[in-house]
């Protein structure tokens, strides 16, 4: 119980608090306005949402095994379809399809538009119905604050101007590939269901919210985040890679759970979801070997090719031309220009550079002894390289001048971070005061002749100081 509810009846009427509750919509009289959620900025009408959920989820279905018994579907379509008609921000567009992976491990995620995955792991370790109801509250916060699709909306301004991409998006077909020839191809998929944390704060709120509102007791989804964290810690890695775990989690929901209105007798659970526990155990075992990699780590083609119209890059002591259809990145030590998509997720070592430029300083360890050589310099640093790819190999080495200065240039082989492809790299490197310049040209092996244009006007327009 708490005493901000009952202090703003008090300072009101009997009569005009009655009034004010009959002139909100149903469903909105406590939660919404005290709540902070709103969707954020997005670019995508709703019917467009709805289409890149649908065209991922066909994706998603054809690659992995999902449970198809009538009665447990039905269990969960119930349950959902009865969340979300509470949820802040609906739209009769959404298409609320709940389904159920054939899975041992504890997950689930939602794609734009209203296509909510729960897997069977997490069905069976949730303690009543209350707790499930939690997950796909949550899932189905994300689908009405449009997460997937704003992180998309943000990574498109990025690359070009509103009134571009309003144009592009308002074209019919498929967005999913609309999407992969702005460069996004790679991106959605892992965008789509990589949440951030303050995404992932707010589809706490909004699914507490979602949940006192349906009449379940709104601590059920702190509760399964806490349970899995403790019983099941070697299952939880794959949740919480997609959903990071906020700050104070579990703090967060108890302080937001009294701005939502009185204590009510909550539901925590029902025979219908018993009834389905029992019925997922009397059915097969679910497929044991994880059947393919995440969809985050796949690509769905090469990123566009460079654009032939140019931006100049000021670094550190250089400046450089690149494509105006790329970005930077940058850190302390380093520039990489990658064209969108250009970055590959790797199952070991995170992300990869599979396309675009990358350009930093090394400091040879013959340096300190003040007097160093180019080619001696570039072979150590051909070996640091090496001990992360090891099939590293130099196709031909030619010296050559940049702006006058002696540089080597290095044309290499290697693995490509594409699955089963292999990569061309030019390493140009050439001395700035007492460190080796170098610049990596990258692009797969097939695709190497057709950048490397770029590159070379890339390499013509350096500019070192
Ligand atoms: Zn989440």
């Not at 999407?179 to 949440?195: P, Q, Y």
């Not at 030619?398 to 290499?412: F, I, M, N, V």
């Amino acid at each position: 119980m708490n005493g901000g509810w009952r202090r703003r009846l008090a300072q009101r009427s009997v009569v005009s608090a009655v009034l004010a509750l009959l002139l909100l919509p149903p469903g909105m009289a406590w939660g919404v306005e005290s709540l902070k959620f709103k969707p954020g900025f997005n670019l995508f009408k709703v019917q467009q949402e709805v289409q890149l959920g649908k065209e991922n989820a066909e994706q998603i279905d054809k690659e992995f095994p999902l449970v198809t018994d009538p009665q447990v579907l039905r269990y969960v379509n119930d349950v959902g379809r009865r969340l979300a008609s509470f949820a802040p921000y609906n739209n009769s567009e959404y298409a609320w399809t709940f389904k159920v992976m054939d899975s041992p491990d504890i997950n689930a995620f939602a794609l734009p538009g209203g296509y909510i995955y729960v897997t069977r792991g997490a069905i069976m370790v949730v303690e009543n119905e209350a707790q499930i109801a939690g997950v796909m509250a949550h899932e189905s916060g994300h689908v009405v604050m449009r997460h997937g699709t704003h992180e998309i909306s943000q990574a498109l301004l990025a690359q070009a101007p509103l009134a571009i991409l309003g144009g592009i998006l308002g074209q019919t077909g498929s967005i999913t590939a609309q999407l992969a020839e702005m460069g996004l191809g790679l991106g959605v998929n892992s965008i789509l269901l990589k949440n951030s944390r303050s995404a992932e704060s707010q589809a706490d709120e909004v699914g507490t919210y979602i949940l006192y509102q349906a009449g379940y007791d709104p601590h059920a989804m702190a509760r399964f985040f806490e349970i899995i964290q403790k019983k099941y810690p070697e299952k939880t890695i794959q949740f919480f890679s997609d959903h990071p775990v906020p700050e104070n989690r579990i703090k967060a929901v108890d302080s937001e759970i009294p701005l939502l209105g009185p204590a009510k007798e909550w539901k925590t659970n029902s025979p219908e979801f018993e009834a389905t526990k029992e019925r997922l155990l009397s059915l097969p075992a679910p497929p044991t070997t994880t059947p393919a990699p995440p969809p985050s780590a796949r690509s769905s083609g090469p990123p566009p090719l460079p654009s032939s119209r140019f931006i100049r890059f000021e670094g550190k002591g250089f400046a450089i031309d690149y494509p105006d259809n790329w970005q930077v990145q940058q850190n302390e030590d380093a520039v990489a220009l990658i064209p969108l998509g250009g970055i590959v997720e790797e199952a070991e070592s995170g992300t990869a550079q599979a396309y675009g430029t990358s350009i930093s300083r090394f400091q040879p360890s013959s340096s300190r002894r003040g007097n160093w050589g180019l080619i001696d310099a570039t072979q150590e640093l051909l070996d640091t390289m090496r001990l992360s790819n090891p099939n590293l190999r130099v196709i031909k080495q030619d010296g050559l001048k940049l702006e006058g200065r002696p540089a080597l240039s290095t044309l290499l082989e290697t693995d490509s971070p594409l699955q089963g492809q292999k990569e061309r790299d030019l390493l140009v490197t050439t001395r700035q005061s007492d460190s080796l310049f170098s610049l990596i040209f990258i692009a797969p092996e097939s695709l190497f002749d057709a950048y490397k244009p770029t590159f070379d006007a890339m390499l013509e327009s350096l500019e070192l100081r």
